[in-house]
């Protein structure tokens, strides 16, 4: 999406990039380990994987009583729970006697659809995978990103049953990771929250998420990652990784083991990731420090501490359009480091063959990097005050900062350079807390629970000066903060005050009957002021500032499981959910945030914006025997109080504004089934089906434009997902592949890009044991298997109505190989 402001008679086309700012081992569940019988994706032969039996019914780890790993029991008679859980109450079911941990395509018990995904899924990617891209192969899971690794914010994009990434919640044990976007302002992405290697594991709801997530995003489901805890062993794990693009990647963590007889123990790891990108010039680098402290405490209470420190430098790919990739090619990429050529294209003069594209200079950039520097460091407090009641609390802060560059042509440096630098400089400070209780009386598992966050998020927009051709280049962006500002054109300070009030309880009716209900109490209170702006450098407009709240004292969710038969239940789960304001910097126009328009706009549609709300109904069956696993899930979605950014007036000074301006309605279907029939192969299948359409037309200044029964865009009506896997001995080996439909470009579906088959393979042979080391392994990857060329991130930019000729996308990266060796000592 593109916005043309005039400055002083210049035409300044100000490319909008969502303000380019810088860029199981067995799960250790809440109250009680539940034994799951698994639909397994890839990798390894099923053991049962336990997944979280918090009191929503839904394995939510958030706010639960903690007790030690039990021995999993085989047996196909249910073993009571000490816990006395919820809707995943504890139970063992019988499982393949070869049985490893994998993805637990639903978790047995559970109130709505849980996925679990554990450390040894996350070690058949490739390490420093993004753990979003392994979710990938989850039903109703899309996961897009230009570059091999899901390591590329910017490109970063993640889909589940329709909703977009900044529609979901995200936690790190507990601590809100914000909305993942690219420009987040109250978070950070996974990738530089928690080293990959680090991750223990992954639950996931792809309906509706528990009440007690600490989210204020989450229309859709949630996602919840959790760390691991230090060995009680002393030692650490060495892993080096080659491939593509010269990629480099070295991981190092060292465990203290037991430091006395409490069990006191912590690790410290550190990463280190360094590649190229797959077209063009530029890389990808990032340094990443993780450490943890577990300090057990009578009546199995704990005490842990996190903390995570990253750097990241990442260069852009090539933003496309159609025209763009019929004219160029898929490897169209940036100048740099060749900044003659960017001068050059800047005054008009084109390679050859470069006027055959409808608009050149859209394919003539220098370069645009993103930087980040990340703090993020929590202590939990885990406390079994007496048999049947627990309290939790966690304590987190989190400091953000960084700057991103994108050398505009749109915009002359006054030294008449015929380009400069774009910069942005967002910056996060936040922290908060949750606390919530636990309380077992009969059959009754209550939960109560409070979150609150105060954040505040700075952003500001610079030009720089560029050298005149001859006098030298711009120097590599990555370096520093660009020198020669000559140009401020606004600075936003937001603050925010997030509370959110949770009540639930899970009565265990009968032993096969188990039902979840509860409520949540919402209130984000957001404002921001400007001390710095221009209006001659904003198209004459003042930037908008004021204060919203987004509110709801009651959103109910209820949900039951019902075991009608041995190996037979049926589940289903009905919430209502509300998102809170986004927030952004002005003229960002990606993010429907009210902040983007001017003062005028804002104060004209202040009085009369709703938060989006939806209703998720979700309605389930799950089959369960040694070997086959069957999931049919089927859900509708009513999303009202939409937020659209909707421009107005000429096209050299648009007015945008973002208005509520209806709803959307989703109806889906998804059928999992995973097979074993001899000891070490596994076959896994499942199909997703979304039909998700705009309810009503969108009226702007210039008439109505035709959206209703529309398809959402970016988000395929048909996905197919499979895997053959095969364990023997010490060998494992795997074959992915996914299919997905067309994808809308456009709101009036005028423009789409066209589906694909993705296939991946890998393998891994653990060598045992030699000398010093243990595990030592070798691994290899093969990514985009059959080289396909395909679209891979769509809407980076935002959508448009309908085909501009200025609807951007980013291509897949071709076939990668990659190679890793590890060993623990």
């Known amino acids: 999406m593109r916005a043309r402001n005039s400055l002083s008679g210049v035409i300044v086309a100000s490319r909008q990039r969502n303000a380019r700012c810088t860029r199981l081992v067995f799960i250790n569940t809440p109250r009680s380990v539940l034994l799951t019988s698994t639909l397994m994706i890839g990798a390894l032969p099923a053991h049962a994987a336990p997944i979280g039996s918090g009191p929503s019914g839904a394995g939510g780890p958030a706010s639960s ?24 109450r504890a139970r063992a079911v019988a499982v393949p006697a070869a049985a490893k941990e994998e993805i637990s395509i639903f978790g047995h018990g559970s109130t709505r659809q849980m996925t679990s995904v554990t450390s040894t899924m996350m070690r058949q990617s490739v390490p420093g995978t993004s753990p979003m891209k392994v979710l990938s192969q989850l039903p109703g899971v899309l996961y897009q990103s230009a570059d091999p690794f899901g390591a590329y914010e910017y490109s970063s994009t993640l889909f589940m049953r329709g909703f977009s990434q900044a529609q979901l919640g995200f936690t790190l044990d507990g601590i809100p990771l914000g909305d993942q976007q690219f420009n987040n302002y109250n978070g950070l992405s996974i990738t530089r929250a928690l080293s990959t290697d680090n991750v223990a594991g992954v639950d996931v709801s792809q309906g509706a998420g528990a009440i007690d997530v600490a989210s204020s995003s989450n229309l859709g489901g949630a996602i919840q990652f959790r760390s691991i805890d230090p060995s009680h062993e002393r030692g650490g794990t060495v892993e080096q990784t080659f491939g593509s693009n010269a990629t480099f990647r070295t991981f190092i963590r060292l465990n203290s083991g037991d430091l006395n007889r409490t069990g006191s123990r912590f690790y410290v790891s550190y990463a280190r990731t360094d590649m190229d990108l797959w077209k063009g010039h530029g890389y990808d680098y990032s340094d990443q420090v993780n450490a943890k402290f577990v300090q057990p405490l009578a009546h199995e209470s704990s005490l842990k501490m996190f903390f995570d420190w990253s750097s990241t430098q990442q260069f852009d790919y090539q933003d496309m359009t159609m025209d763009n990739l019929h004219v160029f090619g898929p490897n169209l990429a940036n100048y740099y480091p060749n900044y003659t050529a960017a001068y050059h294209a800047a005054q008009g003069i084109y390679p050859a063959g470069y006027e055959k594209a409808a608009d050149p200079l859209d394919a003539s950039y220098y370069a645009g990097t993103a930087n980040r520097v990340d703090y993020l460091g929590g202590i939990t407090l885990n406390e079994n005050l007496t048999s049947a009641l627990n309290w939790a609390t966690t304590v987190y802060g989190h400091g953000d900062s960084g700057y991103s560059t994108w050398t505009t042509p749109y915009m002359p440096s006054p030294n008449g350079a015929p380009l400069s630098q774009r910069i942005q400089n967002p910056g996060i400070e936040r922290g908060g807390f949750t606390t919530a209780l636990t309380y077992k009386i009969a059959r009754h598992t209550i939960n109560a629970g409070v979150w609150y966050e105060y954040g505040q998020f700075t952003e500001g927009r610079y030009f720089s000066e560029v050298p005149l051709s001859g006098e030298g280049t711009p120097g590599n962006p990555t370096d520093g903060f660009p020198g020669n500002v000559f ?41 921001n002021h400007v001390p710095t702006q221009d209006a001659a450098l904003n198209g004459g407009n003042q930037v908008a500032q004021g204060h919203l709240t987004a509110s709801d004292a009651f959103l109910p969710q209820v949900s039951a499981n019902w075991r009608f038969l041995p190996h037979h239940e049926a589940f289903f789960d009905v919430s209502h959910n509300m998102r809170a304001y986004p927030q952004d910097g002005y003229n960002t126009n990606v993010s429907a945030t009210p902040w983007t328009s001017s003062q005028t706009a804002f104060q004209s549609t202040k009085g009369s914006l709703k938060p989006e709300t939806d ?30 950014l ?12 973002v208005q509520n301006v209806g709803g959307v309605t989703t109806n889906g279907a998804e059928v999992s089934m995973t097979a074993h029939p001899v000891q070490g192969l596994t076959l896994y299948n499942s199909f997703s089906y979304a039909h998700s359409t705009y309810d009503q037309n969108v009226v702007t200044s210039s008439g109505p434009e035709p959206t209703r029964g529309k398809l959402v865009p970016n988000y395929p009506t048909m996905m197919y997902k499979g895997s053959i896997a095969y364990d023997w001995r010490h060998l494992n080996v795997h074959l992915d592949g996914n299919y997905l439909s067309s994808r809308e470009l456009t709101y009036t579906n005028d423009l789409h890009v066209p589906g694909y088959f993705q296939a991946n393979f890998g393998g891994r042979y653990n060598f045992g044991s030699y000398s010093f080391m243990k595990n030592f392994t070798v691994s290899f990857n093969i990514y985009n298997l059959f080289n396909k060329t395909y679209v891979a991130t769509t809407s980076e930019l935002g959508n448009n109505f309908t085909n501009t000729g200025y609807n951007y996308f980013l291509m897949g990266a071709p076939r990668q190989f990659f190679g890793t060796v590890s060993a623990d000592f």
Do not use: C
């Open 65 to 88: 009583v903690t007790h030690p790993v039990r021995k999993p029991v085989v047996s196909a008679k249910p073993v009571s729970s000490k816990s006395g859980s919820s809707g995943a």
């Open 487 to 527: 140009a401020n054109p606004w600075q936003e300070v937001f603050h925010t005050n997030t509370f959110t009030f949770h009540l639930q309880d899970t009565f265990r009716i009968t032993r096969n009957l188990t039902v979840n209900a509860g409520f949540k109490s919402m209130v984000v209170s957001a404002g």
């Open 615 to 644: 209703w998720v109904y979700e309605l389930g069956y799950r089959y369960v025997t040694p070997k086959l696993s069957a999931l049919v899930s089927l859900y509708r979605v009513n999303f009202s109080n939409r937020l659209q």
């Open 646 to 657: 909707i421009s107005s007036g000429s096209g050299i000074n648009p007015i945008t504004a």
